[in-house]
């Protein structure tokens, strides 16, 4: 037992007495040194991968299947993978689930990954494959392949990567594959466009039906202080809103819209002046 | 275009010249494969074999490219060249073995040689140089290589046949003998007749436990091997961390210090008694005897500084 561990002294209750500063020192000191050799282990893993095992998926980066493989030979990650599941669906396609245990360090979790027949990937965009065409054993290698990829993942918690991170192992944005998601062109709910056009018309009423003092007052809506207590600017134009913000946008705007409107229905002064 | 979608749709153009094709016995270019129930899956269950990857495919169509400007070079060289078509001995052979021989090269000597043409990474071209080499790689796939040859040795009756390796970086051609060995050889019979037998039987051979093997295998989605990795430890030992960072810090000088005196030896010649400006230097002759060195096993540590 280590000199630390010997300063856990559990009491006849089971309680644990309070640490010594000599041992806070070491264990912080100790705390300190694991997350160096983390950083060391980290920068270490992302250099074994390269730009082909990451794609830019919508802005953000994410690691493919084959760089989780590299840098699980570099940390060492054990895993088994059980007999697949398949389940199917009443239109004839069918989806197979493989669950695994992945370990590490005394460490282990249990990851899922799956792959279904109905994927655009199998199925196709343009002319949609019947599911007689696809090739059964490329969903179930995929689902595989799947589960190998999360489970290392989520396991050394690599799903939030961000590009400077990869930057300092020389791995570039632009250099890898992907794609960028079209915010003008994404499919919103109805529900989200409903609260949107909600949205318009309760500014345009708190704004006297000024377009510019309505988008002034989004911006104050939507603005933000940040998790490193910096304001964070608000949007002025609605399009710009995503889908996850509108309902927050819109509960706050109701609210304001609601005190201004006053209780009696009549309408009083702009948010600013309540 | 960016220049990363561009190549992208050329690996994408090679993604459709790839085809799992059936199988029905081993193919002498296998037969090398330490994992047995690969083996097996190659025949029983070859449908379900991943599709090797589009930068592989380019991998193999380069191997394509060297093995015509190798035959080109021996026929430039005033060779009797033959391209042989599959051999008709290879199906027939028991137990059943398939094949496709590269090349048969008449040298000058009235033989006819069955040859194995391998283009190989630079660094692999010069560390081979022998069937042992091969042998003992670490790389799966040059163990592969002698066993290929001695098979289509074996099924045609011939003593001597030749790996024409050829470097891809200078396209240096190096040749290598190969004597067929037939204690090697009945291992490699007893290997394909053990296939058969768990195709006959429908049973499969037990695992192996090679993570560098298992993780990439084309069947491990049906195979499901267990990985089995030594895990990274965290050592938290400033003095260590100290030395190593000391012995960074010397690693050039020592390499200079070794080349230095190398070539201050080889000035000196045999000379006994030597004086240089304030060096003065004396010479004593070591006998050493001869010994021989145990086979012994040993761990090589590659050690680097990782930084940002």
């Not at chain 1, 060391?40 to 299947?65: C, F, M």
């Not at chain 1, 940390?75 to 669950?99: A, C, M, W």
């Not at chain 1, 400077?164 to 250099?175: C, R």
């Not at chain 2, 012994?296 to 940002?308: D, L, N």
Request: aromatic share 8%; glycine share 8%.
């Amino acid at each position: 037992m280590s000199d630390i561990e010997n300063n856990y002294n559990a009491t006849e209750n089971g309680n644990i007495s309070i640490l010594s500063n000599d041992t806070l020192i070491k264990l912080s000191q100790m705390a300190e040194d694991r997350v160096k050799a983390m950083n060391t282990i980290k920068l270490h893993a992302l250099k074994a991968t390269n730009k082909n095992d990451w794609v830019n998926e919508g802005g953000k980066p994410y690691l493919q299947e084959s760089g989780s493989c590299k840098i699980a030979r570099v940390f060492g990650v054990s895993y088994r993978i059980n007999p697949p599941t398949k389940q199917l669906f009443s239109d004839g396609h069918y989806e197979y689930i493989y669950t695994g245990d992945f370990s590490l360090g005394g460490a282990e979790i249990s990851a899922t990954g799956s792959r279904s027949s109905k994927g655009d990937f199998f199925v196709g965009k343009k002319d949609p494959k019947p599911v007689s065409e696809i090739d059964e054993g490329d969903v179930r290698k995929a689902a595989y392949t799947n589960c190998i990829g999360r489970g290392i993942k989520e396991l050394l918690g690599l799903g939030n990567l961000t590009w400077d991170e990869l930057g300092t192992a020389g791995i570039k944005k632009n250099e890898c594959a992907g794609f960028e998601f079209d915010k003008s062109k994404q499919e919103m709910s109805s529900e989200a466009k409903d609260q949107r056009k909600e949205i318009a018309k309760m500014l345009l009423e708190m704004a006297d039906n000024d377009k510019e003092t309505a988008s002034k007052l989004l911006a104050e809506f939507t603005a933000f202080t940040g998790r490193d207590g910096k304001e964070i600017a608000g949007k002025s134009k609605l399009e710009d809103l995503s889908e996850k913000a509108i309902p927050v946008t819109y509960s706050k705007i109701k609210k304001a819209h609601d005190e201004w409107r006053g209780p009696d229905g009549s309408s009083g002064n702009s948010p600013e002046n309540t | 275009m960016e220049a990363q979608e561009i190549v992208q749709k050329i690996l994408d153009g090679k993604k459709k010249n790839i085809q799992v094709r059936p199988q029905y016995v081993t193919r002498a270019s296998e037969v090398g494969f330490p994992c047995e129930r690969y083996l097996v899956y190659s025949i029983t269950n070859w449908r379900d074999r991943q599709p090797h990857s589009a930068e592989t495919e380019l991998i193999f169509e380069g191997g394509r490219v060297i093995e015509d400007l190798a035959i080109q070079d021996l026929t430039d060289a005033g060779f009797k060249v033959y391209r042989p078509e599959p051999d008709k001995a290879c199906a027939e052979a028991k137990p059943a073995l398939s094949g496709h021989i590269d090349v048969r090269v008449d040298f000058g000597d009235g033989k006819v040689y069955t040859g194995e043409i391998k283009g190989l990474n630079h660094i692999d071209f010069c560390k081979i140089n022998s069937i042992y080499d091969m042998q003992h790689s670490r790389k799966p796939w040059l163990r592969k290589y002698p066993p290929q040859l001695m098979t289509y040795l074996y099924i045609k009756g011939e003593e001597r046949g030749f790996f024409m390796l050829v470097d891809k970086l200078t396209f240096m051609p190096k040749f290598i003998w190969v004597d067929l060995d037939l204690p090697y050889m009945d291992e490699i019979l007893q290997k394909t007749e053990r296939v058969e037998a768990h195709i006959k039987n429908k049973t499969l051979p037990e695992q192996i436990d090679d993570p560098e093997i298992c993780e990439k295998c084309a069947f491990a989605h049906i195979c499901l091997p267990q990985i089995n990795r030594a895990e990274l430890e965290i050592i938290i030992d400033p003095a260590l961390e100290e030395m190593l960072a000391r012995r960074d810090e010397l690693k050039d000088a020592a390499s200079e210090y070794t080349e230095v005196d190398k070539a201050v030896k080889a000035k000196f010649g045999e000379r006994e008694k030597l004086c240089i400006g304030e060096y003065v230097a004396i010479g004593k002759w070591i006998e050493k005897k001869e010994f021989t060195v145990k086979a012994q096993r040993y761990m090589m540590y590659k050690i680097q500084k990782v930084s940002g």
